[in-house]
């Protein structure tokens, strides 16, 4: 069994809790929060043993052998390495840090202390992305990826009303391109690697984030383009598209129908069978890490990562978009 603990009380570590407990290794030992009702009211409602307000103390405690951390993108940094510089194993959510400095900080010291650092990002390790890596070679050259995930925020409508809620607060590192873009550019470097060149627009909006945007990544031989928005909604699927055919995939983000149209006039469908909540693959993929005795994911990978965070600090200086985190 692996023992975990969360940080964060919100409705992302609800979610990974109810996926993750589909995974027979998995077990909750403890939960922090800030305040000690939320906390105690948390482990109450998900039957946790041990409560933590004190992060160093949980980190000290013998009772957790990894965390999932859910708390605001501009927290991770810190967090994570105090965690593991006392030897917990980290699976951080998405983005894994504000910027690429936080997030080389964090690779390192998970090799200097020998613990798996895994960034939370759903999408590669799911049955239906692996199918895309599978088939890919199918349409031949590729010569164009066209990724869209555009979904209007309930916090949007607080913050048109004056309310600059966390979501469209600079100071916790986040906006669209953190929230939701990371979803369309992590398949893509997932799939084709660094791209050569970055090419950003997007809406500054008067808090000092993004609400929406788009990026070009110029690949040798072909590109990438993403659409992302927390503004509007989308209800394109996104494609990839080769010399013989084009991937079709309903959702960048959770991809559940996957599939090939040929240039003659046919069609494969290449979708497989997710019977598990999508957040319990990556819980799944960060328990088969530690059970072989890796401290590195090869499907969410560091270099994975740390591609993703460069692409995504380009285009914020490309949109003008700095976090407090970006001037430390």
Known sequence: MIRFAVVGTNWITERLIEAARHAPEFELSAVYSRTEERAKQFAEKHSIPHTFTDLEEMAKSPVCDAVYLASPNSFHKDQAVLLMKHGKHV????????????????????????????????TAPLPNFQAIRENI?????????????????????????????NAFNPEFSNGALMDIGVYCIYPAVSLFGEPSDVKAGGLRLESGVDGEGSLLLQYNDHEAVVMYSKITDSHLPSEIQGENGSILIDKIHTPEKVEIKYRDGTSEEITVIQDKPSMYYEVQEFINCLKAGKFESEINSYSVTLQTAAIMEKARKQIGIVYPADEK
Do not use: F, W
């Not at 080389?104 to 650092?117: P, Q, R, S, W, Y």
């Not at 070679?137 to 916090?155: E, P, W």
């Open 91 to 122: 699976l951080c959510e998405k983005p894994l840090a504000s910027n690429t400095k936080e997030t080389i900080e964090m690779i390192e010291t998970a090799k200097a202390n020998g613990v798996l650092l895994m960034e939370a990002l759903k």
């Open 137 to 165: 070679h199918k349409i031949g050259m590729v010569r164009r990826m066209v990724a869209g995930y555009c979904q209007y925020s309930s916090r949007y409508d607080a913050y048109k009303e004056g309310t600059v809620l």
